[in-house]
């Protein structure tokens, strides 16, 4: 089985708790994403990665980081600094030429 | 940020008939791309569009890259329920340097 793997797909946690979701992929892919997905609204861009060891801030980081120590894994850590963790969160890798992106199965994290 | 407009929000339709949802954007993008979410799944990409004027097929769906690259249309003809689902639309342009803007979604419900 290939693509993009995400885990865990349900994590609850406490409040002030900071939380790690892994992605990986075996897809060969320069570029990698994590998007927030909240009730029905559209994906925003919270942080990416177009080669190893680099990553920008998309337009919600504050209160995330991540890291890409190497190709295959893109890890995003939901700290206590962000006010709303609860979403359903996606990982997506892609080619830098194309645009297109390929979606993990997502992760629902729930803070309680 | 660059915005997109997706409409109509969502649609309840017949089995059997054809649908027609659409993006607008207030600034150029070079890429659009049509994706479908299952629930609780990733998006899977639909159809990649690259040129102006572009219209792509991929079984039932069609979409179109407006002439004037701020807008592109899905229609999905002859419909049948396993296309429940919230369909999104993205715009890439060159100088987001790989990142995408998606619409809000259209969540489409097809009665049998």
């Known amino acids: 089985d290939g693509g993009i793997t995400q885990s865990p797909k349900y994590l609850f946690r406490k409040e002030g708790q900071n939380v790690t979701l892994s992605c990986e992929q075996n897809?060969?892919?320069?570029?990698m994403y994590w998007y927030r997905q909240d009730p029905g609204q559209g994906l925003r861009l919270i942080y990416y990665?177009?080669?190893?060891?680099?990553?920008q801030k998309g337009d919600i980081a504050e209160g995330y980081s991540v890291s890409r120590e190497k190709k295959e894994s893109f890890p995003l850590t939901v700290t206590s600094a962000q006010k709303n963790p609860t979403a359903f969160y996606l990982c997506?890798?892609?080619?830098?030429?194309?645009?297109?992106?390929?979606f993990g199965e997502g992760s629902r994290l729930t803070v309680l | 940020g660059q915005q997109l407009n997706q409409s109509p929000q969502s649609m309840f339709i017949q089995e059997g008939e054809d649908v027609s949802m659409n993006c607008t954007s207030s600034?150029?993008?070079?890429?659009w791309l049509w994706y479908k979410q299952d629930p609780g799944e990733g998006p899977v990409l639909l159809i990649a569009?690259?040129?102006?004027?572009e219209l792509t097929s991929n079984g039932r769906l069609t979409a179109q890259f407006g002439i004037t690259r701020k807008d592109s249309f899905l229609n999905i003809s002859a419909s049948i329920p396993s296309d429940v689902g919230i369909y999104f639309c993205?715009?890439?342009?060159?100088?987001?340097?790989?990142?995408?803007?998606f619409g809000d979604g259209t969540t489409l419900t097809v009665k049998p």
């Open positions: 997506a890798g892609g080619q830098q030429g194309t645009g297109e992106l390929f």
């Open positions: 897809l060969n892919h320069d570029a």
């Open positions: 990665s177009q080669i190893v060891n680099d990553f």
């Open positions: 993205a715009g890439r342009a060159n100088t987001n340097a790989g990142k995408s803007t």
């Open positions: 569009l690259y040129k102006a004027g």
């Open positions: 600034s150029i993008f070079n890429t």
